[in-house]
């Protein structure tokens, strides 16, 4: 098989990896009755402790307009605060609230229990290789992102 078509069939891979995943279903609330977008940034506000929007946009890869709004959101709904660097009023930390907390650390449990039952589902002998594998995958991609 060429490299073209062995590069066609890590699309389609890659494809029915991103729809078993759900995350073409962006208007779902799938994820504990947030949108995909709100529970990635839940997750990275959390691990982070706080965290500014620029900072998140870039861990989540959204431009600051599609990341603002998202936040914005989670503010309305209770689950993060924002707070403004009293020294830089450009500096907008964000942190989650007690439901926030709440609502992360049932993201987390819920993610690594799914996670651990796939990872356990592939063949022993297997394991390290794809973890290795989807490493090279991503390390590929941010190179590509570089580039362009």
Do not use: W
Not at 24 to 35: Q, Y
Not at 52 to 73: A, F, G, H, P, Q
């Amino acid at each position: 098989m060429s490299d073209i078509d062995n590069s066609k069939q890590l699309r389609e891979v890659i494809r029915i990896l991103e729809r078993k995943l759900g995350v073409l279903g962006e208007f779902k609330t799938s994820c504990c009755g947030v949108t995909m977008a709100q529970c990635h940034a839940l997750v990275e506000i959390g691990r982070a402790g706080d965290i500014s929007l620029k900072e998140l946009s870039e861990i989540l890869n959204l431009d600051s307009s599609s990341m603002s709004r998202t936040v914005n959101n989670l503010v309305n709904n209770g689950l993060v605060r924002r707070d403004i660097e009293p020294l830089d009023r450009r500096y907008v930390t964000i942190t989650l609230t007690e439901s926030g907390n709440e609502l992360f650390r049932s993201i987390e449990e819920r993610m690594n229990s799914y996670f651990e039952s796939v990872y356990l589902a592939l063949p022993e002998d297997k394991r390290k290789q794809v973890l290795e594998s989807l490493d090279i995958l991503i390390g590929a991609i941010d190179k590509k992102n570089v580039v362009n």
